[in-house]
């Protein structure tokens, strides 16, 4: 009788184990730890935020983010006391950076410290997270050189050009006029209609 299936039979095995001798064979087995994704962080809450400045350049590095770029914002600016920028190497691994970051800021947080939303999740160009004194923003090669923060906060926004190009005139027309029309009110005897 021929079979598509080959017979299996004891003599034809090398090793039979019962149910106690496999047991007992995976317990010499030495067991494979769990990776602590946090080893060697510090999981304290920093002293001017969730993280201090030299902490999130630390970890950036570690994570192998390219170019990092640090302003310090002046204290006018009432956003943050820091900006980051720095370069992944795929959405993927930017992605994964933010989840990262976001995780460890979990971690250390104190319970009034609003935990931070991935902005740009699903672009491949750009992600940011406010962790509350700092705001790190996540580019990909083209979109960085695109968007040049580095330069804006290196120098001002009074030489960005397109934030101090000229207003659009029928804007600036309708704002002067608006000033005149601001305290009209109904002549009397003229019923508003409200239901609109």
């Avoid at 170019?67 to 992944?88: H, M, Q, R, W």
């Avoid at 319970?111 to 997270?129: C, F, Q, T, V, Y």
């Avoid at 580095?150 to 704002?175: C, F, H, K, M």
């Amino acid at each position: 009788m021929s079979s598509k299936y080959n017979i299996f039979r004891d003599e034809d095995a090398e090793v039979i184990l019962d149910v106690e001798e496999e047991r007992l064979k995976q317990r010499e087995l030495p067991q494979e730890q769990s990776k602590d994704d946090f080893f060697g962080l510090n999981l304290n809450r920093g002293v001017h935020g969730v993280f201090d400045i030299e902490e999130i350049v630390d970890i950036l590095r570690r994570e192998k983010l390219g170019n990092i770029f640090v302003a310090s914002l002046p204290p006018e600016a009432k956003y943050v006391d820091y900006i980051v920028v720095v370069t992944g190497k795929s959405k993927r691994h930017m992605s994964a950076v933010a989840e990262f970051v976001r995780k460890l800021y979990k971690k250390k947080r104190h319970p009034h410290d609003l935990i931070p939303r991935i902005e740009g999740e699903n672009s491949k160009d750009w992600m940011a997270l406010d962790l509350g004194n700092i705001a790190l923003h996540i580019f990909s090669k083209n979109a960085r050189s695109l968007y040049d923060l580095e330069s804006l906060w290196s120098v001002g926004s009074e030489y960005d050009v397109a934030y101090n190009r000229p207003d659009d005139p029928l804007i600036t027309l309708l704002q002067k006029h608006s000033l005149y029309l601001d305290g009209l009110q109904p002549a009397e005897g003229v019923s508003v209609n409200t239901n609109v």
